[in-house]
């Protein structure tokens, strides 16, 4: 079975910086969305970008501006450069890929 595996969480201060990572540990072809969706504490969990096989891109308005998303197709990894952080920013983000893949979940928190 594939697995998403998530790395590049952790605590950092409004204004700084993290790239989160998300690797498929199994083989996966001609996926042609993968994206980044996070939840916040007592919130709903919401699309933050999404990237399509050519590299089309969108994201969410909230962060638009500040995060980009990428992928390497060779290594089955999609990326999101997240600068400029928020604290509102703080949730737990799950890589998606395709309609069926997820990540576990990768902390980030942000303080102020």
């Known amino acids: 079975q594939v697995q998403l595996v998530e790395s590049g969480g952790g605590l950092v201060q409004a204004g700084g910086s993290l790239r989160l990572s998300c690797a498929a540990s199994?083989?996966?072809?001609?996926?042609?969305?993968m994206g980044w969706y996070r939840q916040a504490p007592g919130k709903q969990r919401e699309l933050v970008a999404s990237?399509?096989?050519?590299?089309?891109?969108n994201y969410a308005d909230s962060v638009k501006g500040r995060f980009t998303i990428s992928r390497d197709n060779a290594k089955n990894t999609v990326y999101l450069q997240m600068n400029s952080l928020k604290p509102e920013d703080t949730a737990v983000y799950y890589c998606?890929?395709?309609?069926?893949?997820w990540g576990q979940g990768t902390q980030v928190t942000v303080s102020s």
């Open positions: 998606n890929m395709g309609p069926h893949y």
């Open positions: 990237i399509t096989i050519t590299g089309s891109t």
């Open positions: 199994g083989r996966i072809f001609m996926i042609n969305d």
